[in-house]
């Protein structure tokens, strides 16, 4: 285990014989606290300034979120493989590519008035959907959010009928009914895309729930199929995600909780909406692992996902993974987004910029 999710914080539920100071040598290597992985959320990495102005007067500013940090960070030494064939490393990069390039022709399509209604654009974090879902077989299912093209995407739906379907045609995956913020499809078992946050997640358990009837009560033996539950961190204030991570746990259900954390629910910032910002923390409280990896290497985010599919093949049970991100556009295409601090936008380009030089070097 501990070689699998070396390159993420990583927090196991508690036994009940454990005791608070009783900590074995092995759980020590995974302390949150002596870990030498930065934590973007964290209150450390983030405070909120105060200037002061030459009248005396304090003005509060918004946190700055040191973006360029996922990439500076020094890296952990670690015995874990991160190595891949050609061939994977093809199919990661064209994945992303198409991600990036579909979603930046919807932002073009948009302002050109050829699209209508809310658009949310997944430019940023790419690396999550990614690294997961082409982890997944056929069979497997995928629940998304508002923001679920790229995911439908990485699941195989032609890009084509993704587009149609945002420009409301017969041809879309919905038959231009449901538009940019419900995809479905189910010949590649994408359950959908969930315009209010949270709704995705009991329909998620659902269909882990279902992959486990069929396996154990229908002794359909070969029936090992794992759902995949995305959503964000606001999501991870809301009542469904509390108690569907309680249900899941209680009957060992095959599916994987990914928090999309790209610290900010609309414009509120993260550290501003919740108590304790490192969300993975959420999930030993309910008997099942919770990790947390940069979201922003999809090398790293491959090597937890995989551990965490192939535990809930085994019939382990839930885990919890938070994938720290960040996206790179407004909270949608209508989103002026001007909540965020101006720090923030200098920070974002200056990270956008020296990516795309990496890439190109």
Not at 54 to 77: D, F
Not at 194 to 207: D, M, N, Q
Not at 305 to 324: F, N, S, Y
């Amino acid at each position: 285990m501990a070689t699998a999710y070396s390159s993420a914080k990583f927090v196991q539920p508690l036994s009940l014989n454990s005791t608070i100071n009783g900590r074995s040598r092995d759980n020590s290597l995974f302390d949150p606290l002596k870990t030498g992985t930065s934590f973007l959320g964290s209150t450390r990495k983030l405070r909120v300034n105060s200037v002061h102005s030459n009248q005396g007067n304090v003005r509060r500013r918004l946190p700055v979120v040191a973006v360029s940090e996922v990439v500076k960070e020094k890296k952990v030494k670690s015995i874990s493989n991160l190595l891949i064939t050609k061939q994977e490393g093809l199919e990661l990069y064209e994945d992303m590519i198409l991600g990036r390039s579909f979603e930046d022709m919807c932002a073009q399509m948009y302002y050109r008035g050829k699209m209508f209604g809310f658009v949310h654009l997944y430019n940023g974090q790419e690396a999550v959907s990614t690294g997961f879902i082409k982890l997944l077989k056929k069979e497997d299912s995928v629940v998304s959010t508002y923001r679920d093209h790229v995911h439908a995407l990485s699941k195989g739906v032609p890009a084509r009928a993704v587009m149609s379907e945002l420009f409301g045609k017969a041809t879309g995956c919905c038959r231009g009914q449901g538009g940019s913020m419900h995809m479905f499809s189910k010949e590649h078992n994408l359950l959908g895309g969930f315009a209010f946050i949270g709704e995705g997640i009991p329909v998620a358990t659902g269909a882990a729930f279902t992959s486990k009837y069929r396996r154990e009560v229908l002794k359909e033996a070969d029936c090992d199929h794992v759902t995949l539950a995305f959503f964000g961190d606001g999501t991870c204030n809301n009542g469904q995600f509390f108690e569907c991570l309680n249900m899941a746990a209680l009957w060992k259900l095959p599916i994987v909780f990914v928090v999309e954390n790209n610290l900010w629910a609309i414009g509120m910032s993260h550290l501003r909406a919740t108590s304790d910002p490192q969300i993975y923390k959420k999930g030993p409280a309910f008997g099942m692992p919770g990790f947390h990896v940069d979201g922003m290497d999809v090398l790293k985010v491959r090597e937890v996902a995989k551990e965490a599919i192939e535990r809930a093949r085994r019939g382990e049970g839930p885990t919890l993974v938070e994938c720290e991100t960040y996206r790179f556009r407004g909270h949608s295409l209508a989103d002026p987004d001007e909540l965020r601090d101006p720090g923030e936008h200098l920070v974002l380009v200056l990270f956008i910029f020296c990516h795309s030089r990496s890439w190109i070097n």
